[in-house]
């Protein structure tokens, strides 16, 4: 029986940073295809070349629909699927009386697992295919996650948010159960199938010195793993961590101190940066995870995307406190945050931060987030004419920059033709 399936339509591939390459980076078919089998992909070209070379494969035909990796999601909350765009003000206010209330509830396996197929639904149904997400303390809550991606095939990273103060009494552990909880999950779920355990301080506030040096050996200990937290969101947040933390030479040094600095590090945020932690986090080359909607929402700040020249930057919803669960809302986003920066992002830069750059940022790359042939065939298929709004901008096209970029600002599920998630149509 032939397995090898051809994917017909427009195709882009990066050879490298469009960030710092320019759109030159890109390689655009207008007739491309792309050969997957057994969950891979085998080759990507033109239409011609790939139909030679796989004479007997099964052929789907999505005319001028665009094919592009799966969306990369490189920092989100699952656990806050259901309070997505409740009124709030500050960070405080809005962990204080949205997010901990919530995550108290995944205490519960049962509703940890509805909120996770929700979540997982949601996220492909907008062409998300792999995600980097914080769960919550309680053990329940990682396995639900864990289980319901492992029924859908799907890559993603995950790991109990560990917190021991400055939260609600149910949503604090200690040291040593932050350690120990961390660790079993890990042993657990860590390569198991497509699944990655991220060791996960939520952030210095909610952690005393002594648990983040107990995450700091965890990590220690498997350094091929993951770590998450956020960084410098917003102003009053970094005078928080410095009456905390009054011997750290910056924010980024209550971590660095205890053992939670290194390349597969990656920081949340990180908008109001000191000189000192961009030339730490340049010399360990660890990620930032830019999440537009969410600063925006928050008001926390506007991202120096520039950063991208010496650091690896992945993009990300960071539902809840993002505004969307869509990868084109957010590259939207992006797009207008970098604009009132005076730092205009073109469309192919955008679709690699969603795409290649997030799966840089999580050091997966080599698997998915790009069309190189030996990857998953994690795929998405974008309609470019998805809205009578989309159809009349992109019909006046002259090139795949304008045909695409409507579809960034004013795309949404609509746009999402297909999925394909290990080689297989969802």
Known sequence: MNTTRILLGQTLQFTDSPLTHG?????????????????????????????????QAEITDYGPSLILPGFVDAHAHYPQTAIIASWGKRLIDWLNSYTFPEEMRLADPAYAAQI???????????????????????????????EAAEARGMRVAAGKTCMDRNAPDGLCDTPQTAYDDSKALLETWHGRGRA????????????????????????????????????????????????????????????????????????GHAIHLEPREIDRLSETGAALIHCPTSNTFIGSGLFDMTLAASLPVGLATDTGGGSSFSMLRTMAAAYEIAQLRGNPLHPSALLWLATEGSARAM??????????????????????????????????????????????????DRAVRAVWVAGRQL
Not at 389 to 407: C, L, S
Request: hydrophobic residues 45%; proline residues 5%; glycine residues 6%.
């Open 23 to 55: 759109a030159e980076a890109a390689i655009h078919h207008r007739h491309g295809a792309v050969a997957v089998a057994e969950g891979r992909i085998l080759m990507t070209g033109t239409a011609e070349v790939v139909r030679a070379a796989h004479p």
């Open 116 to 146: 996770a197929n929700r979540y997982l639904d949601l996220l492909l149904a907008h062409g998300t295919t792999t995600v980097a997400s914080y769960c919550t303390i309680h053990p329940e809550s990682v396995t639900a996650f864990f």
């Open 196 to 267: 990655e355990y991220v060791i996960t301080p939520r952030f210095s506030p909610t952690s005393t010195p002594e648990q983040l040096a107990a995450l700091g050996a965890l990590w220690a200990e498997h350094p091929d793993c993951l770590m998450q937290t956020h960084l410098s969101e917003q102003t009053d947040e970094i005078a928080w961590v410095k009456s905390l933390f009054p011997e750290a030479r910056d924010y980024l040094d209550t971590y660095e101190a205890h053992g939670l600095l290194s390349e597969r590090g990656m920081y």
């Open 363 to 412: 050091h997966m790359a080599d698997r998915v987030g790009t069309l190189d042939a030996g990857t998953e065939a994690d795929l998405v298929i974008l309609d470019l004419a998805s809205t009578p709004a989309i159809a009349q901008a992109a019909a006046r096209a002259e090139d795949i920059w304008q045909a695409v970029f409507p579809t960034i600002m004013l795309g949404d």
